[in-house]
């Protein structure tokens, strides 16, 4: 299963379409489908999933962006981007009701597109610390780093782009100073934040904090010895409080 976060594009524009595909997929974005109008997209979001979607206002047909934005925060509970070349205010009001993750001006250059989506992860999935506004610009929060949850995993930033990471493909968290490295099956992620931003994130059924500088994800621990967990080669220290809340989730015969 892909680690790639999946944009489903709604845009009546083939051309427009095409472009923000290309611009997207260059980011490590994955392209779940491009469809033109609202009952497409509504038939094809009832068969299948995706984490982000980039609506175009005004669609092929009678019904317009906003409506579908209406059915997804009814049924689907997706962040959606709107997309537009109208800024007026009117425009934006109409638009403000169904409440979009972000919104993404034509034309619209790379940088503007990599803002809107992040802007939209994190809104949604994220503090909603970020702000919405009809315009993008460059956010005054973009030098500090979000650990963004959706349902079963997180979204964790690898270079410029968002990774889909399952919980359990998490092996163990680790704290160096004020960062927290998060390794697991493929890939190491460092962030710069404290561990306690994490460990709230996590279920408390399979992480455990081990230990001032360790969270662990039980279900990986592949044997332990004395005050000392096993995951693979790594050993991961247990603090003497912590030791019997640890081992009892393991069976010794």
Known sequence: MSNKITILIVEDEFMIAEDIAMRLEDMGYEIAEKIDNVDEAIEWLDENKVDIMLVDVNLRGTKTGIDLGRVVNER???????????????????????????????????????????LALRNFYGEGQASVSPTVSEPTSSEEEYVLQMPGCLFLKKNTSYHKVRFEDILWLEAESNYTIVHTQNEKYTYSLVLKNFEDKLPSSQFMRVHRSFIVNLSNVTGFE???LFINDQRIPVTRSAQEKVFKHFRVI
């Open 76 to 118: 689907f509970h997706i962040p959606f981007v709107f997309l537009t070349s109208l800024a007026n205010h009117e425009v934006v009001e109409m638009a403000s009701q169904v409440n979009p993750a972000a919104y993404l001006l034509k034309p619209f250059n790379d940088r503007q597109v990599k803002v809107s989506v992040d």
């Open 226 to 228: 004395g005050n000392t």
